[in-house]
């Protein structure tokens, strides 16, 4: 009888003890046009949530605690051209549905549409518009950040070498910059000693480089879409990279830059209609598979003693110059699957799909219209396609080339063929 009497105290106990251990509800708060944001951050508790009605606040934010702040309907956060337009010093701070314009304009002191600080780990910015800014978003030393669905418009008016980047990442870990839509800035993302990242989805053009990659391992960089920028996609002095299902179009200088590079799988990616489709320099012991490499000026520029790649099932299509390589020794491609090479003379006996002689690039006639540029004019010519044959029979006449000795009759992709005439626009 005395544990019955006792049992409404337990219940009531432990009813307290799980009120105590649930967190509490985060505190919602609304700020109309012609309130201040600021205010309501310097109020709210961690976790809160500050929703922000439809209209224009003029001045600059500073998040110091674990906040979300939420638009409605789109309000414009006007940095009046100084300094950051917002500042994150905080964990676990969420920024969306906002835009976010007019941030100061010195690249001195970096500013930026959003700038999360030094120890801001898990911020997420997304589903915002940057307008005007500097650099849309400079992210330092913190880790596991997501920077989603954002559409970042820098500073046209500047020149190029003045504006900032679109999204800056230095020193970070595993952030994911996912859906982004970046132009008319310096570089469209700027990554600096960040690892293990991944970079998804996004939109990057009318910019420098689509991509600056420094000193950066174990990154994914896939189904990301670069065009009429300098650079789509430049890989410098990093290791253990995954690039695949990526599109580099219409770029004035390179598609896909690989500089001292190791140990990368370069897979299922389209180069098209850039001035050199892959510009590959000192990369060794990397993986390119079921690249097209389609309509470029020079389909791979290879420089700088870049060996040790293994290069398989590749198609080089319609580029005016397949391989653009100076050496001392044959460089040996598709030693076991081959490559398509459109420019291909050989036959195939017994329909295996493989062509019987082995293709040769930078050859008599790949030689002499690097001298002679009109001859290019003339390539399709029996003229030409005689000489390209009677060079491969005398061996005086020959330079060191890249050697496929399994070329491939056909394609490995039949929709090459959408990728034609995606120049970079030049004025007449």
């Known amino acids: 009888m005395r544990s019955l009497h006792r049992l409404p ?39 809160d949530v500050i929703e922000i009605e439809r209209g224009r606040y003029a001045g600059q934010l500073l998040v110091d605690k674990p906040l979300t702040l939420r638009g409605i309907e789109r309000p414009t956060i006007d940095g009046e051209l100084k300094e950051n337009t917002i500042s994150i010093k905080a964990e676990g701070v969420t920024i969306e549905g906002l835009i976010v314009a007019n941030s100061g304009g010195d690249t001195l002191y970096q500013h930026a549409g959003v700038y999360i600080y030094p120890g801001s780990h898990k911020a997420v910015v997304r589903h915002c518009d940057f307008s005007y800014t500097l650099f849309g978003l400079w992210i330092e030393k913190a880790n596991d950040v997501l920077i989603e669905n954002n559409l970042i418009t820098g500073k046209r008016d500047f020149d190029s070498p003045k504006r900032g980047n679109g999204i800056q990442l230095y020193n970070t870990q595993r952030a994911r910059i996912i859906g982004n839509n970046i132009s008319f800035v310096r570089d469209a993302i700027y990554v600096d000693v960040s690892h293990d990242a991944l970079f998804r989805g996004n939109k990057l053009h009318h910019s420098r480089y689509g991509t600056h ?14 065009w009429y920028n300098r650079g789509g996609l430049a890989l410098m002095e990093v290791r253990d990279q995954v690039v695949r299902n990526n599109r580099a179009w219409g770029n004035s200088d390179h598609g896909i830059m690989l500089r001292s590079i190791q140990d990368a799988v370069i897979e299922n990616n389209v180069v098209a209609g850039n001035q050199r489709g892959f510009f590959i320099y000192d990369a060794e012991y990397n993986e390119l598979r079921g690249n097209q490499i389609i309509d470029n000026v020079v389909g791979i520029h290879l420089w700088a003693g870049s060996k040790n790649n293994k290069v398989e099932r590749n198609d080089f299509i319609g580029n005016r110059e397949q391989i653009r390589y100076v050496a001392a020794h044959d460089m040996i491609w598709g030693e076991k699957e081959g490559n398509h090479w459109s420019n291909y003379l050989g036959w195939d006996r017994n329909g295996d799909g493989l062509g019987d002689v082995r293709y040769e690039a930078n050859d008599l006639v790949d030689r002499l219209t690097w001298r002679h540029p009109m001859m290019k004019l003339l390539l399709g010519s029996p003229a030409i396609q005689t000489l390209r044959m009677v060079a491969q029979q005398f061996p005086l006449l020959r330079a060191p080339s890249i050697v496929d000795p399994r070329p491939r009759m056909e394609p490995n992709k039949p929709d090459w063929s959408q990728w034609r005439g995606r120049h970079f626009p030049r004025s007449e």
Do not use: F, H, K
């Open 213 to 226: 990659y420094m000193t950066s391992y174990r990154n994914v960089w896939e189904d990301n879409e670069t």
């Open 9 to 47: 105290r337990l219940l009531a106990a432990a009813a307290l003890l799980a009120a105590l251990a649930t967190p509490a509800a985060a505190t919602p708060w609304r700020v109309t046009p012609g309130e201040s944001i600021q205010a309501a951050i310097d109020r709210a508790a961690p976790g």
